[in-house]
């Protein structure tokens, strides 16, 4: 059977560069960083080489910002958490509607411990107005924002230097989550100065289980993970250093490579979107070939269809797609992301997220509208 992989933003295929350094390295470099023998300090040298590799890769002053964790959940939780445990109770969490659910579940729990916690609404591209997010600040004693860089289900790219100078003028400390935007975006922190920005290596053909926190210097972070002295003690646990170094590896090629990605996936969403428009009863949420959305990505409802439907039809001709967000397949109510946006249930219930990487070809392509023209008509007239 043909395999056609749509699903890029859920999860990346494994780049064999960095598979290769692991696993040497997972023989080679075996020691407990921590230790001060020869073979602790081999590994904790290669911490530091991957530190620098995330530093430069995203425009960090310095690798000790970096702080490597199991991914971009635990990143955003220690962001949140240990960012919040620092400042007084009564200084508010701002997020918005469409986060991703390791921010929005967190925010839910603090919340329900006592914080207080805004979350503004964006508009149809499930963006928040930067003008909006001035207003609140200045009535609100605020003493972090949350914000996604990318959103990972629109593709919507939030004007992110604007929101960061806002929280600048007001002494709010920023967040970003910037899982998505990581190997598709210019992600410079010496343009976009933000205070925490949380990465996962497998979004950007890393290992899954790798991910890292950004913290500016100067940043107060109470540790959420207790039991040992890692990372000045704001992460307990013997590190993971295969998986950090195929972090490092994976950022630094990703990087190198992202200007011929990027016009490689909107020459290939234009050609795309073209060939969809004759699909019967679509809505095009989110245009991967528009300068405003990644890259690549789609976001797609049909009139009368089942998301969950046209998916498994989809993977039984071996197509890989999504409906919403990875982490929420399964589930049977709506996406919060397309709610929020201003889609009705049942328009939210009829998506499906379509997403292009480095392996797609035209021809893939060309067999995913084949086979979506097909399946749509048939669920459509079955409804």
Not at 11 to 30: K, Q, S
Not at 344 to 352: E, L, N, W, Y
Request: aromatic share 4%; with cysteine.
């Amino acid at each position: 059977m043909r395999r056609v992989y749509l699903d890029h933003a859920a999860t990346t295929p494994p780049d064999p560069r960095v598979w290769e350094a692991m696993l040497r390295l997972a023989g080679e470099a075996w020691g407990n960083p921590s230790s001060g023998h020869h073979l602790g300090r081999r590994a904790s040298g290669l911490l530091d080489d991957a530190a620098e590799q995330v530093a430069k890769a995203i425009g960090a002053r310095r690798p000790d910002e970096i702080l490597f964790t199991s991914g971009g959940t635990e990143a955003d939780n220690l962001a949140l958490r240990g960012v919040l445990a620092a400042l007084p109770p009564d200084l508010a969490l701002l997020t918005t509607a469409v986060e991703h659910a390791a921010v929005l579940e967190t925010a839910a729990d603090l919340e329900a411990a006592g914080r207080p916690v805004l979350r503004l609404p964006v508009d149809s591209r499930g963006l928040l107005d930067p003008a909006r997010l001035d207003e609140e600040l200045s009535r609100v004693r605020a003493g972090l924002v949350s914000v996604i860089w990318a959103n990972n289900e629109l593709g919507g790219i939030h004007a992110m230097a604007r929101l960061a100078e806002i929280c600048r003028r007001h002494g709010v400390l920023f967040h970003t989550d910037a899982v998505q935007a990581l190997g598709r975006l210019l992600v410079d922190l010496s343009e976009v100065p933000v205070d925490l920005l949380s990465g996962s290596a497998h979004k950007f053909h890393g290992p899954k289980g790798a991910g890292f926190l950004y913290v500016r210097r100067g940043v107060a972070l109470k540790p959420q993970q207790t039991g040992g002295l890692q990372f000045a003690g704001l992460r307990g646990g013997t590190e993971n250093v295969p998986g950090i170094v195929g972090l490092g590896l994976a950022l630094e090629l990703a990087e190198r490579d992202r200007p011929q990605l990027v016009e490689r996936l909107r020459r290939l969403s234009a050609r795309f979107k073209t060939r969809i428009a004759t699909l019967p009863g679509l809505t095009l949420l989110a245009d991967g070939g528009a300068p405003d959305c990644l890259p690549g990505h789609f976001s797609l409802s049909f009139a009368g269809v089942e998301g969950e439907a046209l998916l498994i039809s989809l993977d039984l001709d071996g197509i890989a797609v999504s409906s919403g967000s990875a982490c929420h397949t399964g589930s049977i109510e709506p996406s919060h992301v397309l709610l929020a946006a201003g889609l009705s249930p049942a328009q939210a219930k009829s998506s499906i997220r379509l997403v292009l990487g480095r392996s797609t070809t035209e021809a893939d392509l060309d067999y995913a509208v084949e086979r979506l023209d097909e399946h749509v008509r048939r669920l459509g007239s079955e409804a």
